[in-house]
């Protein structure tokens, strides 16, 4: 928990209406600011800020890819497709320096990202 976090304040909020998954390690909420029809952030509860990554959290990481795979299956925008980014540093546009992941859909996406 880092209290200047806003991820961190979020993943404390158990009555939060706006939690569209969560479960013991992760949750996931809309993004304020979509860039896609779906825009979903899927994020650890766990304060984890790149480079500061320790072996004991590859499971969250490898359970953060499971949860957007099946994720996009229940959006009917993802039919065709969806991407999975994570922005991480300010060279990879991260704002929010608590490690997270975008699963957008419903739109083309172009390569390479801008
Ligand atoms: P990043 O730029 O990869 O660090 O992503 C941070 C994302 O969090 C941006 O897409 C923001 O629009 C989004 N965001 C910031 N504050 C909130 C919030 N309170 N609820 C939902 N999304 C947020
Ligand atoms: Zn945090």
């Known amino acids: 928990m880092n ?9 404390i909020i158990k009555a939060a209406s706006n939690k569209i998954y969560e479960d ?5 909420i809309r993004d304020i600011n979509p860039q ?5 952030l899927i994020i650890p509860k766990k ?9 004991e959290d590859e499971y969250i990481f490898g359970h953060i890819q499971i949860i957007a795979l099946k994720m996009a299956k229940q959006f009917y925008e993802m039919k065709n497709g969806f991407r999975i980014i994570g922005n991480c540093g300010v060279d990879g546009g991260q704002t929010i320096f608590h ?8 739109r083309l996406f172009t390569w390479p990202p801008g």
């Open 3 to 11: 209290k200047n976090c806003i991820f961190c304040k979020i993943a």
């Open 24 to 28: 013991e390690n992760v949750f996931s």
């Open 36 to 40: 896609a029809p779906v825009h979903i």
């Open 47 to 55: 304060h984890i800020s790149w480079p500061n990554v320790n072996p």
């Open 99 to 106: 490690i997270h992941y975008h699963l957008l859909g419903g």
